[in-house]
């Protein structure tokens, strides 16, 4: 007696998406920085200026662990910018 052809096909989907979920992959998750300072300053100070945000956001990492400080970057960052006037001004070697 043979078995219903839907029957051998369903399993291949179920054992398909078992070995998917065995294989370890983690969604990567995006972090939200908000800028608090219109300071232009690099600083352990619990405050998050626009620099700090954004080199959080590019280094995955946070500068400061303070509190107030900006939120490390995870991914594809999103950086919050509240109304206000930043002036920057090029940074320089020495």
């Given at each position: 007696?043979?078995?219903?052809?839907?029957?051998?096909?369903?399993?291949?989907?179920?054992?398909?998406?078992?070995?998917?979920?065995l294989?370890?992959?983690?969604?990567?998750?995006?972090?939200?920085?908000?800028?608090?300072s219109t300071?232009?300053?690099?600083?352990?100070?619990?405050?998050?200026?626009?620099?700090?945000?954004?080199?959080?956001?590019?280094?995955?990492?946070?500068?400061?662990?303070?509190?107030?400080?900006?939120?490390?970057?995870?991914?594809?960052?999103?950086?919050?910018?509240?109304?206000?006037?930043?002036?920057?001004?090029?940074?320089?070697?020495?």
């Open positions: 007696m043979r078995r219903p052809a839907f029957r051998r096909v369903t399993w291949l989907p179920l054992v398909l998406l078992l070995l998917l979920s294989t370890g992959v983690q969604p990567a998750y995006a972090a939200s920085i908000t800028v608090d300071a232009d300053i690099v600083a352990d100070d619990g405050a998050c200026s626009l620099r700090e945000a954004i080199s959080n956001a590019n280094t995955d990492s946070a500068m400061f662990s303070s509190t107030g400080e900006c939120a490390a970057g995870s991914g594809e960052d999103a950086i919050t910018i509240p109304a206000g006037t930043y002036t920057s001004t090029p940074e320089t070697d020495n």
